[in-house]
C-alpha cells in the first residue's frame, strides 16, 4: 500500500495534480482544500488512499493525514464513495466535517451536493462515536486567480471532472464571478458546489 508519495508537482488542477517521483508520474485526484495546501508549492509530499477495483485503479490524495482519515471514514458509510467523499471534502475542510458529524448537524451535511437526508444521517449514525473534533482550525488562503476568464476555465473544468456537466458548471460558475468578481478559484468552486 502506498502512505505517501513525495514528487514534483507536474501538473495541478482544483481537481488533480501530477506528482513526478523518479520518473513516474503520478495522477492523484485532490480535494478543494488539498489544492488550495499545494497551490503555491513546486513539490510537495501527497498522503496517497488507493481505490483499487477490477475496472480502475484510481489514487486520492491529501496535503494531511488528518483529511485523508476523514476521507477514509467518509467511505467506510454504504452509499459514500470515494467521488462523494472528495466533493464533501471540497465543500467543506476535514475539521467542518468532523464538527457537522459530531453536533449531527444533517442540514450542513446536505448543503453537499448528492448528500440527501437519508445519507447525511447515515454518515452521523456510523461516525459520530469515531468523530473526535479537534480545537485547532487551520485558515489556508488561495492567491487571486490571474484573470476573469482564466478563473472560470480552471472552475468550471475543475466542476467537470468532479462529475458536472460543462454548460450547467459554465452557467454557474459565469454567474458568481459576476456577482463576486475577487474570489478565487477554489472559493468560486466551492460557492458552484452549493448551486448545482
Known amino acids: ?36 495546501a499545494l497551490n ?13 477495483r477490477e475496472d480502475a485503479y484510481t489514487l486520492y490524495g491529501f496535503a494531511e493525514r488528518h483529511e485523508r482519515d476523514v476521507f477514509m471514514l467518509l467511505i467506510s458509510v454504504s452509499g459514500v464513495g470515494p467521488a462523494t467523499a472528495r466533493v464533501m471534502l471540497s465543500s467543506l475542510n476535514s475539521k467542518e466535517l468532523e464538527m457537522a458529524i459530531a453536533t449531527e448537524n444533517v442540514a450542513l451535511l446536505q448543503s ?4 440527501g437526508a437519508k445519507t447525511a444521517q447515515r454518515i452521523i ?3 459520530r462515536d469515531k468523530i ?4 485547532d ?15 472560470v476555465k480552471e472552475a ?19 454567474k458568481i464571478v459576476k456577482e463576486f468578481p475577487a474570489l478565487s478559484v477554489e472559493a468560486v468552486i466551492k460557492e458552484a458546489l452549493k448551486r448545482l
Do not use: H, W
Request: proline residues 3%; charged residues 15%.
Open 1 to 36: 500500500m502506498i502512505d505517501y508519495i513525495r514528487g514534483e508537482i507536474v501538473e495541478l488542477t482544483p481537481a488533480f495534480v501530477t506528482l513526478e517521483c523518479s520518473g513516474i508520474g503520478y495522477l492523484v485526484n485532490i480535494s478543494l482544500n488539498t489544492y488550495t
Open 112 to 115: 453537499v451536493k448528492g448528500i
Open 132 to 135: 473526535k473534533p479537534g480545537e
Open 40 to 52: 503555491s508549492q513546486k513539490s510537495a509530499k501527497v498522503y496517497i488512499y488507493e481505490a483499487i
Open 125 to 127: 449514525v456510523d461516525l
Open 156 to 174: 468550471v473544468s475543475a466542476l467537470v471532472m468532479l462529475g458536472f456537466s460543462q454548460n450547467n458548471s459554465r452557467k454557474v460558475v459565469t
Open 137 to 151: 482550525s487551520e485558515v489556508v488562503s488561495l492567491p487571486m486567480g490571474t484573470t476573469f476568464s482564466g478563473v
